[in-house]
């Protein structure tokens, strides 16, 4: 994948080449232009099945994780084919490289891939599973080989864990983290406590490289929420 990120680390857009019958996936509703050189087409989240067998399990993705059921295909016409994409909600773009390294990622974070890259549902644990806020009891983990361009809300921070101790990060903050490392879901102040406030914290254990955002969606409601209609 063949692409430029613009400036701005605020509200940053990606610019993606594509030469004739080269194919990525973007998240659907990511377009922001193209020059005409590329077809869009909405296919479903099923990792490249097809017929009733993919439909079912599109249903399945959307029905356990909250993922649209569809993604949209982008394919290059010509030979300097370009579409710009950018994510729904103000932050940066990053690209992680997948291969011999693959990754667990939020489910909100995809935003595009080659079509040699996709994700897939892994199921966690019943407690992981009740407490966690990265799509219940499935994760989404990576497979294949390629980029994947992944968003943020806010800034990504990269931290490089060597094993010698637990690094510990808010839940709503994890972007995406390596295959490799254990992880665990904890409430921050101790059991069924939440006095501090922090809520729900991932508590990482191994060697592998852990990414943040420096924001989360969810503090930001609970900031607006005050001043929105009630309905009543």
Do not use: C
């Amino acid at each position: 994948m063949k692409y430029k990120l613009t400036d701005s680390t605020a509200f940053q857009l990606a610019e993606i080449a594509l030469s004739r019958g080269e194919e990525i996936r973007i998240e659907r509703g990511a377009m922001v232009y193209h020059n005409g050189g590329i077809s869009l087409e909405g296919k479903m989240n099923s990792n490249g099945s097809g017929g009733l067998g993919g439909l079912v399990k599109a249903i399945g993705r959307s029905a356990v994780s909250g993922e649209s059921m569809f993604i949209t295909s982008v394919t290059g016409m010509t030979d300097d084919g370009i579409i710009g994409i950018a994510p729904g909600a103000p932050g940066v773009i990053r690209e992680l490289p997948i291969g011999e390294k693959q990754w667990r990622i939020n489910d909100s974070s995809f935003l595009a891939g080659d079509a040699s890259v996709t994700y897939e549902m892994k199921r966690q644990s019943f407690g992981k599973a009740m407490f966690g806020g990265t799509g219940g009891f499935f994760i989404m983990e990576t497979k294949g080989s390629g980029t994947m361009l992944v968003t943020a809300y806010g800034d990504i921070m990269e931290f490089d864990l060597d094993g010698s101790r637990p690094f510990i990060a808010d839940n709503t903050h994890v972007v995406a983290w390596s295959r490799e490392l254990d992880y665990e879901i904890k409430v921050a102040s101790g059991a069924f406590g939440f006095t501090s406030g922090e809520g729900l914290v991932n508590e990482f254990r191994g060697v592998g490289k852990v990414l943040l955002q420096t924001r989360n969606v969810q503090s930001l409601a609970e900031v607006l929420s005050p001043f929105m209609p009630s309905g009543k």
